[in-house]
């Protein structure tokens, strides 16, 4: 099942842990994770648009057709999946509001968080429109040599809260 134009509901779902629960979400956890692809579909636009072909290595010099995906490592995660991942009591990912980016290092990390941040400005700052959801947990982190964002957006009541966690 399509989420939007280039994320799954598999993709969104998958999970290296087995459970009996089958880690599928309910039909409110699908809404969310449609919403958080609205952002992943511009993150992935723009991230292309700017920094795309730097990451393509040497080849022709017109690669337009060549797009880099957004690549998620975790998004919807059922109680028993966040449990035997360790992941926090009262997580986005149970809900369906959060995803974790993987990143290519800490240049890409910083490139994607200023993109979803620009994002984020936009909503709020937009006459045109009515005020749109802000995000919720945009989180940059690092466990050794692997990078990821974890971004959250919830139906309501976002906090807008950034942290670093480099361990």
Not at 46 to 66: E, I, M, V
Not at 76 to 83: A, G, I, K, L, P
Not at 138 to 148: A, C, D, F, N, V
Request: overall charge positive.
């Amino acid at each position: 099942m399509k989420l939007s134009p280039h994320f799954t509901l598999g993709e969104l779902c998958k999970t290296s842990y087995h459970t009996s629960d089958g880690n599928i979400p309910s039909h409110v956890a699908i809404e969310n994770l449609k919403r958080l692809c609205g952002w992943l579909e511009i993150l992935r636009e723009r991230y292309n648009r700017k920094y795309g072909n730097l990451s393509l290595g040497p080849g022709p010099s017109d690669r337009s057709g060549d797009e880099l995906p957004v690549i998620i490592n975790s998004g919807y995660r059922s109680e028993q999946v966040n449990m035997k991942c360790g992941g926090a009591k009262g997580s986005n990912h149970l809900t369906g509001c959060a995803v974790d980016i993987r990143c290519d290092g800490p240049e890409q990390m910083i490139r994607y968080a200023a993109i979803l941040l620009d994002i984020d400005n936009e909503k709020s700052h937009n006459r045109d429109r009515p005020l749109c959801e802000n995000f919720d947990e945009l989180i940059q982190e690092q466990r050794g040599t692997t990078y990821w964002i974890h971004f959250a957006v919830r139906p309501k009541d976002n906090r807008r809260k950034i942290l670093f966690d480099c361990r």
